[in-house]
């Protein structure tokens, strides 16, 4: 006699054989490459000018590009009918330099251009020489992104900071936010007496890296320590951007650095920046601004810039970091060249720079993307 | 000389004489001899045939049938065959270990002979640059309290829901409160990590800082963060995450007590919570120590949940012992820095951090053993 127990164990291994073949099944679907939001007509390839060769293209490097990159493969696909395979994994500047000259991937995407000084033992431009066979390597600014100070305060919509002020907030010689620096500032707002609670980047960065280059030319000494990828300042640590705009979102009377991505998605007011040319808010225009006063200090194509922080004048925000494409000028397989300039040219074209405005990201200002544009058609 | 050297048997022959000879024994075939009434003199050597070198050829059944019994070949091969798997799982298991023992020792020891700073007292970190100075104190104490406060917060409920589910519920009801417990069980820990940021520091917000006003003289309770990444609200994350482990153990080790205890105990008039004082739990201390450790053991290792929770404290920042302050354990330091071990000198610090914690879990099990060893001796 079959007990009720055995039916129910019965009935219940089949339903749970169902559902886990239900899951199983789901899996089942197409790929989930990420689709265009919008933009692109259908007959944008042959108006672009896309060559669109087949191949495959691998990338690594830079998280604080990983937003416009995927967004940008997923236009480049449809425009070009998903001809070429292209993949960039955001692991962090550090690790995209070591795999390009490693040899295991086509092109990197750092924050910062490659080193021509020796750090930890190596030589960054010359291992990446030697990895192009002889051939010098290219540093491409494609992705311009602000960095925000996004800040946490109740009733406050307006807050005007400068350099230096930052610089002390971030060290901790200012604690509290009605400090006479910061209501000197700020006269008509209504700081609380609250202790400030900053946030930081725990793990290691190049958001972190750009915004202690631009405290330590712009803030007048107030920060002293050498820019570097690890923070040196005071406060709380939280893992990756997305922590730190959780941080900043979730305790009042908060205040830190970030993509600006991760601000406007977060709805975190920003401070307005005032850099001796006066208060300035952080816009895309803003920004161009800031950036097209950047020297190139490369050489020939190679377009690592050197930002300037300092005197930028009225209506320029100058902490802004900028995201290189790291490339060989020659001796990368013909294949994989045809795909990386193809798409490094749709890349750098002004529609596809201006579509990553909603994302948070600043257009290249246009004699910086003549000059990208050029450099991307010399790649052999 | 042993009986057997005596009679001429030599002593790595295993077989009985049932097996070399029919199993109808008469005094011929013995191989004792009789030697009379016992307290005679030492009795001679008896010299007898040596058994045969074969094993003795399967019986007809006629011949069978004409002793009584049919015998059936025993073939030692199976046995040969599972002592070498187990044998060698064995082996295996302990090979693996050392492996990952030897992989840790290599690594880390260049950077450990090159550190500057004292290994065990220094809160340092510097591993990038030309000077390595880095030190685990501010580690080992946010690992420990978090995992001891886990602890301290997750054996009481569980062995309360074991006892609950064992001794308390209906049957029926106990299968669905366990069904509920191991659910638990099944959640990743990043959404733990998610869940406890995201939702449960908030909640816990009020009672931080209230616990922290009014007991901030005691040095544990002392004013630490006034956002939510607290080694507290850690540690109720990582209890939640240990609870299921600890209570699915617990139960099994209840149900198992003998009844006999359990009926002794009703015999003698004893209250349910009497009975399970005097028969369940100590019958079962061993079992609930071995869960107990096992999840010690996670909550020692837990890295995901962890990182997402903790608020790094600034470098330099003044030690706070405060289960209010922020912090870094063993294993969301890793994995913090995972993506950027960049030089050999970096990543043999990391490992040499990872080095100590697997040696606090092989002292914390070692622990557990001889405590649930000598429980299982008494």
């Known amino acids: 006699m079959i007990s009720n127990r055995l039916i129910a164990g019965r009935v219940a291994a089949a339903s749970a054989v169902a559902t886990l073949a239900a899951f199983g099944l789901t899996a089942c679907g197409s790929d989930p490459t990420p689709t265009a939001a919008g933009g692109e007509p259908a007959g944008s390839s042959s108006a672009s000018g896309l060559a669109c060769p087949a191949g495959k293209l691998t990338g690594e490097g830079s998280t604080a590009q990983g937003n416009a990159m995927s967004e940008v493969i997923a236009n480049y696909g449809d425009a070009c009918g998903s001809k070429a395979t292209i993949e960039y994994n955001p692991t962090g500047s550090g690790a995209g330099i070591k795999q390009f000259y490693g040899g295991l991937v086509d092109f990197a995407g750092s924050d910062s251009a490659l080193k021509t000084e020796e750090k930890d033992g190596v030589i960054e431009a010359d291992k990446a020489k030697e990895r192009c066979g002889g051939n010098p390597a290219w540093n491409i600014p494609m992705v311009v992104g602000p960095i925000a100070f996004a800040y946490n305060l109740e009733g406050v919509d307006k807050l005007i900071l400068t350099p230096e002020v930052l610089s002390q907030i971030f060290t901790g010689k200012i604690t509290t936010w009605n400090d006479p620096a910061i209501a000197k500032l700020n006269s008509g707002a209504n700081l609380p007496s609250s202790k400030i609670s900053v946030f930081f980047r725990s793990d290691e960065s190049g958001t972190t890296e750009n915004v202690s280059k631009f405290l330590k030319a712009a803030g007048d000494g107030a920060w002293t320590a050498e820019p570097s990828k690890s923070w040196t300042g005071t406060g709380e640590g939280k893992n990756k951007s997305s922590g730190v705009a959780d941080g900043v979102k979730s305790t009042p009377g908060s205040i830190s650095y970030m993509e600006w991505s991760y601000a406007k998605d977060n709805g975190l007011a920003t401070a307005q920046l005032d850099n001796g040319g006066g208060a300035t808010e952080l816009t895309a225009e803003t920004v161009g601004k800031a950036l097209s006063q950047a020297q190139v200090k490369g050489s020939g194509n190679d377009l690592a810039l050197s930002l300037k922080y300092t005197d930028t004048g009225a209506g320029a925000y100058p902490a802004l970091l900028v995201t290189y494409e790291i490339v060989c000028s020659k001796g990368l397989a013909a294949e994989q060249t045809a795909v990386l300039t193809d798409f490094l040219g749709f890349f750098s074209s002004t529609k596809t720079q201006s579509s990553l405005e909603e994302l948070g990201y600043a257009p290249l200002p246009t004699d910086l993307q003549t000059k990208v544009a050029s450099a991307v058609k010399a790649i052999q | ?378």
């Not at chain 2, 090979?95 to 220094?122: E, Q």
């Not at chain 2, 104490?141 to 917060?153: D, K, Y």
């Not at chain 2, 816990?204 to 006034?226: E, I």
């Not at chain 2, 610090?349 to 099990?365: K, R």
């Open chain 2, 1 to 378: 000389m042993s009986l057997t050297e005596e009679n001429g048997l030599s002593t790595d022959q295993n077989r009985s004489p049932i097996q070399n000879r029919s199993l109808t024994l008469t005094a011929a075939d013995s191989p004792v001899v009789d030697h009379g009434p016992v307290n005679t003199p030492p009795v001679p050597r008896v010299t007898q045939a040596p058994p045969p070198a074969a094993p003795a050829a399967p019986e007809t059944a006629e011949e069978g049938g004409r002793r009584g019994v049919k015998l059936a070949k025993i073939s030692r091969r199976g046995d040969r065959v599972f002592s070498g798997f187990a044998g060698g799982s064995g082996v295996l298991i302990v090979a693996l270990v050392a492996f990952v023992g030897i992989f840790l020792i290599v690594i880390a020891a260049p950077s450990l002979a090159a550190n500057t700073a004292d290994f065990f007292t220094s809160r340092e970190w510097t591993v990038s640059g030309d000077t390595l100075a880095f030190g685990i104190a501010g580690l080992l104490w946010t690992t420990v309290l978090s995992a001891a406060l886990a602890m301290v917060i997750a054996v009481p409920i569980a062995i309360g829901v074991a006892l609950c589910i064992t001794q308390y519920v209906p049957r029926r009801l106990s299968n669905g409160l366990a069904f509920v417990v191991d659910l638990l069980a099944a959640v990743p820990s990043i959404i733990f990590g998610l869940w406890g940021i995201t939702v449960l520091a908030p909640l816990l917000l009020p009672a931080q800082s209230w616990l922290s006003t009014n007991l901030g003289w005691f040095p544990l309770f002392a004013v630490g963060l006034s956002s939510g990444g607290t080694v507290f609200v850690a540690s109720i994350v990582l209890a939640i995450m240990i609870l299921p482990i600890i209570t699915a153990i617990s139960r099994d080790v209840f149900d198992q007590t003998p009844h006999d205890h359990i009926e002794a105990a009703w015999a003698l008039g004893a209250t349910r919570w009497e009975m399970i004082r005097t028969a369940v739990l100590p019958y079962g201390r061993t079992g609930v120590v071995s869960a107990s450790m096992l999840g010690l053991g996670r909550a020692l290792g837990e890295t995901i949940a962890v990182m997402i929770i903790l608020s790094t404290p600034a470098p330099g920042a003044a030690f706070n012992p405060s289960v209010f302050a922020g912090g870094e354990t063993f294993a969301s330091k890793i994995a913090n820095a995972a993506s950027e071990f960049d030089t050999p000198a970096k990543t043999g610090a990391y490992i040499a951090a990872g080095l100590v914690l697997f040696v606090i879990t092989f002292v914390v099990n070692a622990i557990a053993r001889t405590i649930a060893d000598r429980g299982v001796r008494s």
